[in-house]
Protein backbone atom coordinates (compact mmCIF):
# COMPACT_ATOMS: atom_id res chain seq x y z
CA UNK A 1 0.00 0.00 0.00
CA UNK A 2 1.59 2.90 -1.02
CA UNK A 3 1.14 5.80 1.75
CA UNK A 4 -0.95 8.92 0.48
CA UNK A 5 0.59 12.40 -0.04
CA UNK A 6 -0.69 13.78 2.63
CA UNK A 7 1.15 11.45 5.22
CA UNK A 8 3.87 11.89 3.87
CA UNK A 9 3.74 15.83 4.50
CA UNK A 10 4.96 16.06 7.61
CA UNK A 11 8.12 14.25 6.69
CA UNK A 12 8.98 16.29 4.14
CA UNK A 13 8.51 19.34 6.13
CA UNK A 14 11.16 17.68 8.52
CA UNK A 15 13.42 17.51 5.67
CA UNK A 16 13.17 21.26 4.66
CA UNK A 17 10.49 21.43 1.89
CA UNK A 18 7.66 24.35 2.28
CA UNK A 19 6.00 23.56 -1.50
CA UNK A 20 5.01 21.05 -3.07
CA UNK A 21 3.83 20.70 -6.55
CA UNK A 22 1.01 18.54 -7.64
CA UNK A 23 1.94 17.92 -10.86
CA UNK A 24 0.02 16.35 -14.19
CA UNK A 25 -2.25 13.25 -13.35
CA UNK A 26 -4.67 15.26 -10.70
CA UNK A 27 -7.40 16.20 -13.50
CA UNK A 28 -7.88 12.77 -15.39
CA UNK A 29 -8.35 9.36 -14.60
CA UNK A 30 -6.43 8.44 -17.95
CA UNK A 31 -3.32 6.49 -17.51
CA UNK A 32 -2.23 6.88 -21.04
CA UNK A 33 0.51 9.77 -21.86
CA UNK A 34 -0.44 12.68 -23.77
CA UNK A 35 -2.98 15.40 -23.16
CA UNK A 36 -5.94 13.94 -25.11
CA UNK A 37 -8.37 14.55 -21.66
CA UNK A 38 -6.94 18.55 -21.02
CA UNK A 39 -8.96 21.28 -21.15
CA UNK A 40 -12.04 20.60 -18.94
CA UNK A 41 -9.62 20.61 -15.94
CA UNK A 42 -11.66 18.80 -13.40
CA UNK A 43 -11.09 17.18 -10.69
CA UNK A 44 -10.36 13.16 -10.55
CA UNK A 45 -12.08 12.16 -7.93
CA UNK A 46 -11.00 8.75 -7.95
CA UNK A 47 -7.51 10.10 -7.41
CA UNK A 48 -8.47 13.17 -5.47
CA UNK A 49 -11.98 12.57 -3.75
CA UNK A 50 -11.67 15.72 -1.23
CA UNK A 51 -9.26 18.29 -2.56
CA UNK A 52 -10.23 20.84 0.02
CA UNK A 53 -9.58 18.28 2.71
CA UNK A 54 -5.94 17.64 0.73
CA UNK A 55 -5.10 20.95 0.52
CA UNK A 56 -6.42 21.76 4.49
CA UNK A 57 -4.31 18.83 5.54
CA UNK A 58 -0.79 19.95 3.86
CA UNK A 59 -1.88 23.68 4.93
CA UNK A 60 -2.29 21.96 8.64
CA UNK A 61 1.82 20.80 8.49
CA UNK A 62 2.60 24.29 7.04
CA UNK A 63 3.35 23.46 3.07
CA UNK A 64 2.21 25.67 0.74
CA UNK A 65 0.51 23.67 -2.10
CA UNK A 66 0.73 24.55 -6.72
CA UNK A 67 -1.03 22.87 -8.99
CA UNK A 68 0.02 22.38 -12.25
CA UNK A 69 -2.12 23.22 -15.47
CA UNK A 70 -0.55 22.65 -19.05
CA UNK A 71 -2.16 26.35 -20.01
CA UNK A 72 -1.32 26.02 -23.61
CA UNK A 73 -3.45 22.66 -24.75
CA UNK A 74 -7.16 21.47 -24.99
CA UNK A 75 -7.11 18.21 -25.95
CA UNK A 76 -9.34 15.97 -28.46
CA UNK A 77 -11.70 13.95 -25.98
CA UNK A 78 -11.85 17.06 -23.84
CA UNK A 79 -15.79 19.10 -24.29
CA UNK A 80 -13.51 22.33 -24.23
CA UNK A 81 -12.04 21.06 -27.44
CA UNK A 82 -15.78 21.30 -29.50
CA UNK A 83 -16.04 24.73 -28.00
CA UNK A 84 -12.25 26.43 -28.91
CA UNK A 85 -11.45 23.65 -32.06
CA UNK A 86 -11.53 26.96 -34.35
CA UNK A 87 -9.16 28.59 -31.60
CA UNK A 88 -5.94 26.95 -31.78
CA UNK A 89 -2.26 28.11 -33.01
CA UNK A 90 -1.62 24.09 -33.93
CA UNK A 91 -2.61 20.56 -33.97
CA UNK A 92 -0.23 18.72 -31.82
CA UNK A 93 -1.33 15.27 -32.88
CA UNK A 94 1.65 13.31 -30.55
CA UNK A 95 -0.29 14.37 -27.81
CA UNK A 96 -3.50 14.23 -28.87
CA UNK A 97 -4.40 18.20 -28.19
CA UNK A 98 -4.61 21.45 -29.97
CA UNK A 99 -2.72 24.70 -28.54
CA UNK A 100 -5.09 26.97 -27.25
CA UNK A 101 -4.62 30.91 -29.24
CA UNK A 102 -4.55 33.49 -27.12
CA UNK A 103 -5.23 36.21 -29.40
CA UNK A 104 -9.25 35.45 -28.32
CA UNK A 105 -10.37 36.98 -25.09
CA UNK A 106 -12.53 33.94 -25.06
CA UNK A 107 -9.76 31.65 -24.85
CA UNK A 108 -8.25 33.61 -22.14
CA UNK A 109 -11.18 34.52 -20.17
CA UNK A 110 -11.81 30.23 -20.22
CA UNK A 111 -8.42 29.74 -18.89
CA UNK A 112 -8.37 32.14 -15.99
CA UNK A 113 -11.41 31.59 -14.80
CA UNK A 114 -10.04 28.20 -14.51
CA UNK A 115 -7.44 29.18 -12.18
CA UNK A 116 -8.60 31.40 -10.18
CA UNK A 117 -11.53 28.78 -9.49
CA UNK A 118 -9.13 26.23 -8.24
CA UNK A 119 -7.24 28.90 -5.83
CA UNK A 120 -10.64 30.46 -4.35
CA UNK A 121 -12.59 26.93 -4.02
CA UNK A 122 -9.36 24.82 -2.74
CA UNK A 123 -7.32 27.46 -1.10
CA UNK A 124 -3.86 26.55 -3.15
CA UNK A 125 -1.14 28.62 -2.59
CA UNK A 126 -0.20 29.03 -6.48
CA UNK A 127 0.28 27.70 -9.62
CA UNK A 128 2.52 26.11 -12.13
CA UNK A 129 1.55 27.10 -16.01
CA UNK A 130 3.36 24.92 -17.80
CA UNK A 131 3.85 25.02 -21.69
CA UNK A 132 3.84 28.70 -21.86
CA UNK A 133 6.43 28.22 -24.61
CA UNK A 134 4.26 26.05 -26.68
CA UNK A 135 2.05 29.42 -27.45
CA UNK A 136 3.42 30.06 -31.52
CA UNK A 137 1.30 30.31 -35.09
CA UNK A 138 1.92 27.52 -37.72
CA UNK A 139 0.15 26.89 -40.46
CA UNK A 140 -2.67 25.67 -38.56
CA UNK A 141 -3.02 29.14 -36.83
CA UNK A 142 -6.19 30.84 -36.79
CA UNK A 143 -6.57 34.43 -39.18
CA UNK A 144 -10.19 35.03 -37.87
CA UNK A 145 -8.64 38.48 -36.43
CA UNK A 146 -12.29 40.35 -36.51
CA UNK A 147 -12.91 38.55 -33.14
CA UNK A 148 -9.45 38.53 -31.66
CA UNK A 149 -8.21 41.06 -29.66
CA UNK A 150 -4.73 41.13 -30.44
CA UNK A 151 -3.22 39.52 -33.67
CA UNK A 152 0.30 39.25 -31.71
CA UNK A 153 0.89 36.03 -29.94
CA UNK A 154 3.22 37.64 -27.81
CA UNK A 155 0.85 40.10 -26.69
CA UNK A 156 -2.18 37.40 -26.34
CA UNK A 157 -0.05 35.69 -24.12
CA UNK A 158 0.85 38.43 -22.31
CA UNK A 159 -2.46 39.72 -21.73
CA UNK A 160 -3.41 36.21 -20.70
CA UNK A 161 -0.88 35.71 -17.74
CA UNK A 162 -1.24 39.57 -16.95
CA UNK A 163 -5.41 38.81 -16.49
CA UNK A 164 -4.54 35.88 -14.78
CA UNK A 165 -2.13 37.95 -12.16
CA UNK A 166 -4.52 40.65 -11.28
CA UNK A 167 -7.61 38.41 -11.07
CA UNK A 168 -5.38 36.21 -8.58
CA UNK A 169 -4.54 38.74 -6.65
Known sequence: RHAPVTE??????????????????WRTDNL???YAYCGDWELAR?????????????????????????????????????RFKDMCLKKREHIGASVLDP?????????VDIYTGYVKEYGWDGLKLDFIDSFSLSEDSSTDYENM???????GL???L??????LK
Open 103 to 111: RYKEVRDFL
Open 46 to 82: TKIPDMREVVDRVHAEGVKLILWFSVPFVGKYSRAFE
Open 8 to 25: LVSLAKELGMESIIVDDG
Open 162 to 167: SEAMEK
Open 32 to 34: GRG
Open 158 to 160: QRL
Open 149 to 155: DTVSVEE
